[in-house]
């Protein structure tokens, strides 16, 4: 079964800090990769995904990520973090199955704190 | 506007009620989806919807069921209420056949408190 693991739980930064989180997923398939983020109160939004193409994906807010397929790997980063970068970031896979369908699985999360 | 809402916000009541949440979306989208997010802040999928048709249906106890009166609701139905379902419950909708690649958009969640 697919899993997808996020190693970095909790994160502490300063502001101006670089940041990367971790994601790894199991699955020898096409995946399609995506990274959520959860503002504190707020609902899940879409920060970055990834199909095909460039393995270098730029989303909003100045994040990136980077699909490493020999690796299973779509770490998430950001050159320079800011406090209203304090969040919930979720990484998660998709794919289909019979009839083609969605499956989207999701990491644990990694909850990321920024100190002014 | 709010692209999918979820009501109620919160949510307590008792062991063994029945209680119901309601999703809507007012993005034309053609699939909505449940999930459930534990203490843990695991999210896993319950159920999704096409067109009011159920295409995936995870190993989720019988008690619950949703409901599809038309493509823009999915309502969740929980019966016998117990102290594991406390949870926070988040819907989503995607726009086209649930297809692997689509983005899902999230409801802000109803948090469940089972006492």
């Known amino acids: 079964a697919q899993s997808v693991s996020q190693h970095n739980h909790h994160v502490i930064l300063s502001e101006a800090a670089s940041l990367e989180l971790g994601c790894n997923y199991s699955?020898?398939?096409?995946?399609?990769l995506f990274w959520y983020v959860q503002y504190p109160g707020q609902h899940l939004q879409l920060l970055l995904k990834?199909?095909?193409?460039?393995?270098l994906v730029k989303g909003i807010k100045g994040f990136e990520a980077e699909f490493i397929k020999s690796k299973f790997s779509f770490n998430l980063r950001k050159p320079s973090v800011q406090w209203s970068d304090t969040a919930e970031y979720f990484c998660?896979?998709?794919?289909?199955?019979?009839?083609?369908?969605?499956?989207?699985?999701f990491g644990a999360g990694t909850r990321l704190a920024v100190h002014p | 506007d709010t692209a999918v809402s979820q009501t109620p916000k919160y949510l307590v009541t008792q062991m063994g009620n029945d209680k119901s949440i309601k999703c809507e979306q007012n993005?034309?989208?053609?699939?909505m989806y449940w999930y459930k997010q534990d203490s843990k802040k695991f999210l896993k999928i319950m159920f999704s919807?096409?067109?009011?048709?159920?295409?995936i249906n995870e190993t989720v106890p019988n008690r619950f069921s949703p409901k599809s009166p038309d493509k823009a609701h999915l309502n969740l139905h929980i019966n016998s209420l117990e102290l594991g379902d406390s949870a926070v419950y988040f819907c989503?909708?995607?726009?086209?056949?649930?297809?692997?690649?689509?983005?899902?958009?999230f409801g802000p969640g109803t948090r469940l408190l089972v006492l």
């Open positions: 990834y199909f095909s193409g460039d393995p």
């Open positions: 919807y096409n067109n009011k048709e159920l295409i």
């Open positions: 989503a909708s995607s726009q086209d056949k649930g297809l692997a690649q689509e983005t899902q958009y």
């Open positions: 998660a896979v998709s794919s289909s199955f019979s009839g083609g369908y969605n499956k989207l699985i």
């Open positions: 993005l034309g989208h053609d699939t």
């Open positions: 699955y020898g398939g096409t995946v399609n």
